[in-house]
Protein backbone atom coordinates (compact mmCIF):
# COMPACT_ATOMS: atom_id res chain seq x y z
CA UNK A 1 0.00 0.00 0.00
CA UNK A 2 1.09 3.80 -0.76
CA UNK A 3 1.40 5.57 2.34
CA UNK A 4 1.45 9.13 2.42
CA UNK A 5 3.37 10.07 5.64
CA UNK A 6 3.11 14.01 6.62
CA UNK A 7 6.09 15.19 8.89
CA UNK A 8 7.58 12.00 7.89
CA UNK A 9 11.26 13.95 7.79
CA UNK A 10 10.86 14.14 11.76
CA UNK A 11 11.77 12.37 15.24
CA UNK A 12 9.03 10.23 14.59
CA UNK A 13 8.14 10.34 10.99
CA UNK A 14 11.24 9.09 9.88
CA UNK A 15 10.99 6.26 11.94
CA UNK A 16 7.41 5.38 10.53
CA UNK A 17 8.11 5.71 7.23
CA UNK A 18 11.14 2.91 8.32
CA UNK A 19 8.74 0.73 9.77
CA UNK A 20 6.01 1.15 7.33
CA UNK A 21 8.97 0.09 4.61
CA UNK A 22 10.06 -2.83 6.55
CA UNK A 23 6.61 -4.38 6.35
CA UNK A 24 6.19 -4.00 2.95
CA UNK A 25 4.66 -0.99 1.75
CA UNK A 26 5.55 2.45 -0.04
CA UNK A 27 5.94 5.15 2.82
CA UNK A 28 6.35 8.09 1.13
CA UNK A 29 7.88 11.01 3.47
CA UNK A 30 6.26 14.66 2.54
CA UNK A 31 7.13 17.84 4.80
CA UNK A 32 7.46 21.85 3.58
CA UNK A 33 10.52 20.56 1.85
CA UNK A 34 9.78 18.17 -0.18
CA UNK A 35 7.17 20.70 -1.66
CA UNK A 36 4.26 19.89 0.58
CA UNK A 37 2.03 22.30 2.86
CA UNK A 38 -0.81 21.72 4.98
CA UNK A 39 -1.54 25.83 5.67
CA UNK A 40 -1.23 26.45 2.42
CA UNK A 41 -2.10 22.97 0.71
CA UNK A 42 0.96 23.40 -1.80
CA UNK A 43 1.72 19.74 -3.00
CA UNK A 44 -1.34 17.91 -1.10
CA UNK A 45 -2.75 16.80 -4.20
CA UNK A 46 -0.14 15.13 -5.86
CA UNK A 47 1.26 14.00 -2.42
CA UNK A 48 -1.79 12.00 -1.98
CA UNK A 49 -2.56 10.53 -5.68
CA UNK A 50 -2.74 6.88 -5.62
CA UNK A 51 -2.44 6.57 -1.23
CA UNK A 52 -4.16 4.18 0.61
CA UNK A 53 -3.47 5.92 3.94
CA UNK A 54 -2.13 8.88 4.94
CA UNK A 55 -0.30 9.93 8.30
CA UNK A 56 -0.24 13.42 9.77
CA UNK A 57 2.78 13.58 12.07
CA UNK A 58 3.17 17.68 11.74
CA UNK A 59 3.01 20.09 14.54
CA UNK A 60 2.26 23.55 15.29
CA UNK A 61 5.39 25.76 15.09
CA UNK A 62 4.21 27.23 18.31
CA UNK A 63 2.59 25.87 21.88
CA UNK A 64 0.48 29.19 22.04
CA UNK A 65 -3.04 29.87 20.97
CA UNK A 66 -1.44 30.34 17.30
CA UNK A 67 -1.62 26.76 17.35
CA UNK A 68 -5.51 26.29 17.46
CA UNK A 69 -5.78 28.01 14.13
CA UNK A 70 -2.87 25.69 12.47
CA UNK A 71 -3.95 22.61 13.73
CA UNK A 72 -7.32 23.36 12.17
CA UNK A 73 -6.03 24.94 8.78
CA UNK A 74 -4.08 21.74 8.39
CA UNK A 75 -6.71 19.02 9.19
CA UNK A 76 -9.20 20.64 7.01
CA UNK A 77 -7.18 21.16 4.31
CA UNK A 78 -5.36 17.45 4.48
CA UNK A 79 -9.16 16.02 5.22
CA UNK A 80 -10.42 17.97 2.09
CA UNK A 81 -7.44 16.48 -0.29
CA UNK A 82 -7.48 13.26 1.21
CA UNK A 83 -11.31 12.75 0.00
CA UNK A 84 -10.64 13.77 -3.45
CA UNK A 85 -7.81 11.62 -3.71
CA UNK A 86 -10.26 8.63 -2.42
CA UNK A 87 -7.72 7.89 0.78
CA UNK A 88 -9.14 5.24 2.82
CA UNK A 89 -7.55 6.08 6.04
CA UNK A 90 -6.23 9.08 8.12
CA UNK A 91 -3.86 8.86 11.21
CA UNK A 92 -3.49 11.36 13.42
CA UNK A 93 -0.50 10.96 16.36
CA UNK A 94 -2.09 12.97 19.33
CA UNK A 95 -1.36 13.09 23.46
CA UNK A 96 -2.52 10.61 26.43
CA UNK A 97 -4.82 12.64 28.46
CA UNK A 98 -4.99 15.48 25.97
CA UNK A 99 -8.60 16.33 26.74
CA UNK A 100 -7.91 16.31 30.50
CA UNK A 101 -6.10 19.99 30.52
CA UNK A 102 -8.06 22.88 29.24
CA UNK A 103 -5.52 25.28 30.49
CA UNK A 104 -2.69 24.62 27.96
CA UNK A 105 -3.23 25.99 24.57
CA UNK A 106 -1.59 23.83 23.01
CA UNK A 107 -3.67 20.60 23.96
CA UNK A 108 -6.47 22.59 23.44
CA UNK A 109 -5.19 22.51 19.88
CA UNK A 110 -4.63 18.65 20.07
CA UNK A 111 -8.21 18.22 21.22
CA UNK A 112 -9.60 20.15 17.83
CA UNK A 113 -7.29 18.67 15.74
CA UNK A 114 -8.84 15.38 17.05
CA UNK A 115 -12.21 16.29 16.61
CA UNK A 116 -11.66 17.34 12.90
CA UNK A 117 -10.43 14.26 12.18
CA UNK A 118 -13.61 12.57 13.70
CA UNK A 119 -16.29 14.80 11.90
CA UNK A 120 -14.37 14.37 8.51
CA UNK A 121 -14.92 12.34 5.78
CA UNK A 122 -12.37 10.04 5.76
CA UNK A 123 -11.85 6.51 8.20
CA UNK A 124 -9.63 7.40 10.49
CA UNK A 125 -7.64 6.01 13.93
CA UNK A 126 -6.01 8.34 16.66
CA UNK A 127 -3.10 7.05 18.35
CA UNK A 128 -2.41 9.12 21.22
CA UNK A 129 0.76 8.89 22.86
CA UNK A 130 2.36 9.85 26.53
CA UNK A 131 5.29 12.24 26.48
CA UNK A 132 8.53 10.73 24.40
CA UNK A 133 11.91 10.00 25.99
CA UNK A 134 13.68 12.19 23.23
CA UNK A 135 11.70 15.83 25.14
CA UNK A 136 13.05 15.28 28.24
CA UNK A 137 16.14 17.53 28.42
CA UNK A 138 14.06 20.10 26.06
CA UNK A 139 11.72 20.18 29.46
CA UNK A 140 14.19 20.26 31.97
CA UNK A 141 15.82 23.31 29.73
CA UNK A 142 12.82 25.27 29.88
CA UNK A 143 12.68 26.12 33.76
CA UNK A 144 16.82 25.73 34.69
CA UNK A 145 19.78 27.59 35.25
CA UNK A 146 23.38 26.70 35.66
CA UNK A 147 23.01 25.56 39.26
CA UNK A 148 19.38 24.46 39.43
CA UNK A 149 16.70 22.63 37.51
CA UNK A 150 12.79 23.23 38.52
CA UNK A 151 10.26 20.90 38.03
CA UNK A 152 6.67 20.41 39.01
CA UNK A 153 5.94 17.16 40.83
CA UNK A 154 3.75 16.55 37.82
CA UNK A 155 3.20 12.23 37.10
CA UNK A 156 4.39 11.35 33.43
CA UNK A 157 4.58 8.05 32.04
CA UNK A 158 7.54 8.32 29.49
CA UNK A 159 8.24 6.15 26.11
CA UNK A 160 10.81 6.12 23.67
CA UNK A 161 9.98 7.41 20.23
CA UNK A 162 11.06 4.25 18.60
CA UNK A 163 8.06 2.72 20.45
CA UNK A 164 5.67 5.76 19.62
CA UNK A 165 6.84 5.45 15.73
CA UNK A 166 6.38 1.62 16.00
CA UNK A 167 2.16 2.21 17.27
CA UNK A 168 1.63 4.52 14.74
CA UNK A 169 2.66 1.97 11.66
CA UNK A 170 1.08 -0.67 12.98
CA UNK A 171 -1.60 1.38 13.31
CA UNK A 172 -1.70 2.75 10.16
CA UNK A 173 -0.83 -0.39 8.13
CA UNK A 174 -4.24 -1.95 9.55
CA UNK A 175 -8.19 -1.20 9.70
CA UNK A 176 -9.29 2.30 10.45
CA UNK A 177 -10.32 2.04 14.15
CA UNK A 178 -12.83 4.99 13.97
CA UNK A 179 -11.68 5.48 17.46
CA UNK A 180 -8.41 6.00 19.75
CA UNK A 181 -5.36 3.79 20.74
CA UNK A 182 -3.35 4.81 23.84
CA UNK A 183 0.45 4.01 23.90
CA UNK A 184 2.77 4.39 27.04
CA UNK A 185 5.80 3.79 28.55
CA UNK A 186 6.53 0.82 31.30
CA UNK A 187 6.99 3.03 33.91
CA UNK A 188 5.60 6.13 35.78
CA UNK A 189 7.26 8.78 37.67
CA UNK A 190 7.10 12.11 38.75
CA UNK A 191 8.92 15.32 36.57
CA UNK A 192 11.32 15.76 39.12
CA UNK A 193 12.71 12.70 39.78
CA UNK A 194 12.41 11.94 35.70
CA UNK A 195 14.47 15.23 36.13
CA UNK A 196 16.95 13.28 38.65
CA UNK A 197 16.99 10.31 37.00
CA UNK A 198 18.36 11.92 33.95
CA UNK A 199 21.29 14.47 35.42
CA UNK A 200 22.61 11.58 37.54
CA UNK A 201 23.05 9.60 33.67
CA UNK A 202 24.80 12.68 32.47
CA UNK A 203 26.89 13.29 35.17
CA UNK A 204 25.32 16.68 36.05
CA UNK A 205 25.39 17.97 39.53
CA UNK A 206 23.02 20.54 39.42
CA UNK A 207 19.77 20.29 41.71
CA UNK A 208 16.54 19.63 40.99
CA UNK A 209 13.58 21.72 42.96
CA UNK A 210 9.79 20.91 43.13
CA UNK A 211 8.58 24.12 41.57
CA UNK A 212 4.65 23.52 40.79
CA UNK A 213 4.90 26.60 38.68
CA UNK A 214 7.50 25.79 36.69
CA UNK A 215 7.51 25.01 33.15
CA UNK A 216 4.59 24.22 30.56
CA UNK A 217 3.67 20.89 33.04
CA UNK A 218 2.73 23.03 35.92
CA UNK A 219 -1.15 23.29 34.46
CA UNK A 220 -1.46 19.60 34.66
CA UNK A 221 -3.21 17.60 37.74
CA UNK A 222 -3.14 14.67 38.72
CA UNK A 223 -3.37 11.58 36.49
CA UNK A 224 -4.13 13.45 33.21
CA UNK A 225 -1.07 12.44 31.52
CA UNK A 226 -0.92 8.63 32.56
CA UNK A 227 -2.45 5.92 30.50
CA UNK A 228 -6.04 3.73 31.08
CA UNK A 229 -6.01 0.30 31.64
CA UNK A 230 -6.63 -0.48 28.00
CA UNK A 231 -3.30 1.35 26.63
CA UNK A 232 -0.46 -0.41 24.84
CA UNK A 233 3.18 -0.44 26.75
CA UNK A 234 6.32 -0.69 25.89
CA UNK A 235 8.77 -2.33 27.45
CA UNK A 236 11.64 -0.51 26.76
CA UNK A 237 12.15 1.70 30.12
CA UNK A 238 14.04 5.35 30.80
CA UNK A 239 16.98 3.83 32.14
CA UNK A 240 17.70 1.43 29.86
CA UNK A 241 16.99 4.09 26.89
CA UNK A 242 19.80 7.01 28.55
CA UNK A 243 22.10 3.21 29.16
CA UNK A 244 21.96 3.41 25.07
Known sequence: MKIAVMGGTGLIGSQVVKFLGDAGHEAVPHSPSTGVDLISGEGLAAALEGAGAVVNLTNSPTFDEASIEWFRTSMDNLLAAAAEAGVGHAVVLSIVGVDQVPDLDYYRAKVLQEEVLKAGPVP????????????????????????????????????????????????????????????????????????????????????????????????????????????????????????R
Open 124 to 243: YSIVRSTQFFEFVPAVMSWTSDEHTVRLPDTRVQPIASEDIARAVADATAGAPLRGTRDVAGPEVFTLDELGRITLEAKGDKRNVVVDDTAGMFAAVKGDALIAGPDAVLSSLTYREWLA
